[in-house]
């Protein structure tokens, strides 16, 4: 079993900045990739960046550029660096792991406003 945590949503105005934090425990060991989804109301759930234990690194087209995803495999974190943010960034924010099987955080909420 994999636990997520993930830390650091809130509110921002366009343009701004938000650093979000997911840590890992129980049988982190098995993870071979580690990422971030997003779900805005109405929305099925969506691909915004993952990791892999090599650092190789996957962007949805509509974060390219904008957002940077880093992994610290010491202490088992992955963070998600966004800039520039647009109110279509809205959403709540799943941390998301895959070993054995999926892992997923409970979610935390970005909102974007003008």
């Known amino acids: 079993q994999v636990q997520l945590v993930e830390s650091g949503g809130g509110a921002v105005q366009v343009g701004g900045s938000l650093r979000l934090s997911c840590s890992a425990s129980?049988?982190?060991?098995?993870?071979?990739?580690m990422g971030w989804y997003r779900q805005a109301p109405g929305k099925e759930r969506e691909l915004v960046a993952t990791?892999?234990?090599?650092?190789?690194?996957i962007y949805a087209d509509s974060v390219s550029g904008r957002f940077t995803i880093s992994r610290n495999p010491t202490i088992d974190t992955v963070a998600l660096q966004m800039n520039s943010l647009k109110p279509e960034d809205t959403a709540v924010y799943y941390c998301?792991?895959?070993?054995?099987?999926?892992?997923w955080g409970e979610g935390t909420l970005v909102t974007v406003s003008s």
């Open positions: 990791i892999s234990r090599d650092g190789d690194t």
């Open positions: 129980g049988r982190t060991f098995t993870i071979y990739k």
């Open positions: 998301y792991s895959r070993a054995i099987q999926d892992y």
